[in-house]
């Protein structure tokens, strides 16, 4: 019970730092500022930088996961190959099954990377 509730502690700080967070110059050009390997593996077709579509926005995911430490971009890395639901709303994330572990990891890398703060 108590994890539960520091992680809905947590997931409300990190939604409030998210909408807290000041517009990126990139809506003029989508694919400005995306990682060459993320386009060609069609993530910006559910995701944008700062923007939600389908998913969530690579901010969004970068503030959330990035909370996790070190284990955060491996974890991210098969998310992406795997795909998921329930994490962000009724809309599951299909798999990328033809997605290397390696190119998963360069993405996820790069994801993390977008966090206010981060050192990648």
């Not at 060609?40 to 926005?57: L, N």
Request: glycine share 6%.
């Amino acid at each position: 019970m108590i994890l539960a509730v520091r992680l809905l502690v947590r997931q409300r700080r990190v939604l409030a730092v998210i909408l807290a967070m000041p517009t990126l110059a990139v809506a003029a050009a989508p694919l400005q500022g995306l990682l060459p390997l993320a386009a060609k593996q069609h993530c910006d077709e559910c995701h944008a930088i700062q923007e939600v579509r389908i998913g969530p926005s690579f901010q969004a995911v970068a503030l959330r996961y990035s909370v996790e430490g070190p284990a955060a971009e491996e974890r991210l890395a098969r998310k992406i190959i795997n795909g998921g639901a329930g994490n962000w709303g009724n809309v599951p994330m299909v798999p990328n099954e033809r997605v290397s572990l390696e190119d998963a990891r360069a993405i996820a890398h790069w994801i993390l990377s977008l966090a206010p703060g981060s050192a990648r």
